[in-house]
C-alpha cells in the first residue's frame, strides 16, 4: 500500500513525474444499468486490475434525470506502458471471463481520453474521493489551445483552489480539461477562442 501511495504521488505530481499520460474513461449508463455495472467495478474490476495494469487515481459519477455518466481516471508512464498494460490485461482470464461478460452490455456509449498533465496539478486535489468536484472540457478554436490554456492558468495562478489542468494527447488536441472544486467556470468572463465548454459536476465514487 506505501508502495503505491509514492507510485501514484509520482503518477500525479507533475514535480516527481518522469513522463506521465493519464487516461479518462466516460461511460454512459441508464440508472438502471448503472446500478448493476456499479458493484461489479468495485467487486471485480478494481481487485482485478489491481495497480498491475495502470494506477487508478479516482472515480467520479455524474447524475442526470435519465442516465449517469462514470468517469476514471488512470495513470501510466506513457503510451507505450499503457500498450503494454491493455495488451497485458486483454489477456487476464478473470478479465476475460469474469468481468467482461457482465458488463460489457451495460454501458450505452464509451469514450476515452489520453490527458497529458500541465504544471497546473494538485495531487492532493485530484486523489481526494470525498469532495464533489467540476470538470469541464474546453474545446478550443484550431490551433488556439496553448493561448487558452496560458491564459486559464494565469487566472488560476493565485488561487489555492486551481485543481488540475490537462491537454488532449487524443482524441481532440484543440481540447483541455480542467478539474477542480470551483462551481463557476473560470474562463467564463475570458474572452478566448472557446467553442463550447461542458461542465459536469462530479460525485466521488471510490
Known sequence: RAL??????????????RTVIHELRDYLFLHEDFAVYEP????LCIPIRGHEHGVLINAWKSE???SVRFFTLWAYEDLGERARLRAKLASNARWTQEFLPQVRHLAQSQTLRVLVPTATQDASELCDARAVKY???????SGHAPGV??????????RPDAGCIWTVEFPDPNALFHLSRLAEDPLRAAKAPIKNTVTRELIPAL
Do not use: K, M
Not at 501511495?5 to 503518477?11: A, N
Not at 461489479?40 to 467487486?43: K, R
Not at 470538470?135 to 478554436?141: M, N, P, V
Not at 490554456?149 to 487566472?155: D, E, F, I, P
Open 40 to 43: 461489479h467495478f468495485h467487486n
Open 64 to 66: 442526470s434525470a435519465d
Open 135 to 141: 470538470l469541464r472540457e474546453y474545446q478550443c478554436a
Open 149 to 158: 490554456l496560458s491564459t486559464l492558468q494565469a487566472g488560476l495562478s493565485d
Open 4 to 17: 503505491h501511495r509514492r507510485r501514484l504521488h509520482r503518477l500525479v505530481n507533475p514535480v516527481a513525474r
